[in-house]
């Protein structure tokens, strides 16, 4: 038995030396020259060559690869010069292209990046530099992969890390910035005086309605209860005068009138004593009599002419 594994490790490493055993990781690729000229692309697992005929002639990892672009100088569409860095995120996919379409592939896409870099920036304002790094990452992005389509190399994403400026440029924003930030609040606060002032006069409109529909309300109601009350003293006072008229048919309903003139008349002149400091008076006030005398006379007269027009009709 350890004669028979002896035997079989030993072939093994003969067929080994001689067919060139491989073993290619994963995700890894290698390309394969035969006598001097491109032959075909080992991809991941064991695989064999042909010794002194066949060799691996480059090595070429499919991973995703970071690249950090260092610091470089741009200068943008309003002529500031400002300091770059990012990092850039490529991947191999095609082997035979990235071996023979460039040398140091990943040294042409990180030059590539730079002058991309250069060349966008100078497309936009300094202000839009901070505003559309993400406009401005998938261009680069873009040129990118156009330039290296055959390198084999796709460029996956591209990410500003810094931008820097010189110092007085960067005094001037914050000093814009902050009057940008005074004149926002200054119109937010008129904004809100404006509204202020428009709801205190809405509230003051809305209030001179409100007292109006009231007075008008009240003045409704007040000739209402007024129509109401003359009806009623209207009601009354035509049910007085049927009674009066009923009393003075009946027996000695005549006198009674006379008597309630004569009252009547007397109590006329106290209220004018009372209500005023200058009262016009008859001449005989010193004889109540006669007064009544002549408020007697006066419903004669009255009650003579009611009896005239009678007898007229």
Not at 167 to 183: D, G, N, P, S, Y
Not at 258 to 283: C, H, M, W
Request: charged content about 25%.
């Amino acid at each position: 038995m350890i004669i028979f594994i002896s035997v079989f490790f030993a072939a093994f490493i003969f067929l080994s030396l001689v067919l060139g055993a491989q073993i290619i990781p994963h995700e890894h690729a290698f390309v394969v020259q035969r006598l001097g000229r491109f032959h075909r692309v080992l991809e991941s697992g064991p695989r064999w060559i042909i010794p002194f005929i066949d060799a691996v002639a480059y090595r070429h990892a499919l991973k995703e690869e970071s690249i950090d672009v260092h610091e470089q100088t741009a200068i943008t569409q309003d002529n500031v010069s400002v300091i770059l860095d990012g990092i850039v995120y490529v991947k191999i996919v095609d082997p035979v292209a990235a071996s023979y379409g460039v040398k140091e592939p990943v040294h042409a896409v990180l030059q590539l990046v730079q002058t991309t870099m250069r060349s966008e920036v100078g497309k936009i304002p300094l202000d839009k530099t901070f505003e559309e790094r993400e406009s401005l990452n998938a261009l680069i992005v873009e040129s990118i992969n156009e330039a290296a389509l055959g390198w084999g190399i796709r460029c996956l994403r591209y990410e500003i890390k810094d931008i820097k400026m010189p110092e007085e440029i960067r005094r001037a924003m914050e000093l814009q910035m902050t009057a940008e930030r005074q004149k926002r609040a200054k119109i937010l606060e008129s904004e809100g005086l404006r509204q202020a002032a428009i709801n205190m006069a809405e509230g003051a409109r809305a209030k001179v309605v409100l007292e109006s529909e009231a007075a008008q309300i009240d003045r409704v109601n007040r000739a209402q209860g007024d129509s109401e009350a003359i009806e009623m003293l209207a009601k009354s006072g035509a049910v007085g005068i049927g009674m009066i008229a009923r009393a003075l048919g009946e027996s000695g309903g005549e006198e009674a009138a006379a008597l309630q003139v004569a009252e009547k008349y007397l109590d006329a002149f106290r209220q004018l004593a009372k209500e005023g400091n200058a009262i016009l008076l008859p001449s005989n006030l010193q004889h109540p009599g006669t007064m009544i005398a002549e408020a007697m006379a006066i419903y004669g007269q009255v009650s003579k002419k009611k009896t005239v027009g009678k007898v007229h009709q």
